[in-house]
């Protein structure tokens, strides 16, 4: 992993390199819940038929009414970390690839196609609630192995650790909290943000772009930690060398697919690149 060697900054991608945050609150279960509360503004077959809570939240600002996606206030700006707190005014989105799995609830089988837009203000309330419920979620994940001394030791050993990822801010937050890292991580937490054209979601640079630039760090001096084609092509169009970490067979072969050079099945092995000597 010559990546990690010369790297002053390293880039982590929250949900698998980090934890597995939707391990006791399933990913399709929230998706089902949204579909309860906001059924009357999803009513086309795609978002009937998804079990992502993130495609979801995808499909509703995708169907906004023509400027309504942003409230008067953005929260931070464009280059913010998002967090859905009403107060702050923020109004981010997830996840862009297409899961589909078993109807939820509030599908009735072959619905019929959208005929008008999500209202802007409705779209904006299921991203408060996607962020609610990955908070809950975050105070109940499963941390991956390793991942809590991997982050230790590389800022043991002057290194600078940032997070890019689709998931709300405060969710992560939550979670690095209450591993007791978020220290570690200072300001560099950067999560999805939205602009005039709806979210800025991976494969899209943005937001590991907004992490090199809170890190202070070169692209050249980075490497990004993810586990997802979309996690490979975003570090690649922000110029940041990459290491996939792949738990299962399914996740090594999407991230061999999306053109991962190196990929590791456990952080353990990162661990002992950047330090030889690490007692694991």
Known sequence: MQELTSAQCVIFDFDGPLCRLFARRPAPAIAGRLRTTYGHALADTAASE???????????????????????????????VTCATPARGAAPVTE????TGATGAGATGAAPVRTRPVPGETA??????????EIAAAVDAFPTPYADTLVRTLCATG??????TDNSAAAVERYLSGRGLLGLFADRVRGRTLDQAGPRLKPDPDCVERALHASGAAPADAVMIGDSARDVRAARAAG???????????????LRDGGAET???????????????AHV
């Open 50 to 80: 998804t079990s992502d809570p993130l495609r979801l939240l995808t499909l509703a600002f995708s169907t906004s009414s023509p400027g309504e996606a942003l409230g008067e206030g953005e929260g931070r700006g464009a280059a913010s």
């Open 96 to 99: 862009t690839a297409p899961v």
């Open 124 to 133: 904006r309330a299921i991203e408060r609630s996607l962020t609610e419920e």
């Open 159 to 164: 290194r600078t650790v940032a997070v890019a």
């Open 240 to 254: 940041v060398a990459f290491v996939g970490y792949a738990r299962n067979e399914r996740k090594e072969r999407e």
């Open 263 to 277: 990929i590791t099945t456990s952080l353990r092995d990162v661990l002992l690149t950047v330090d030889p000597l």
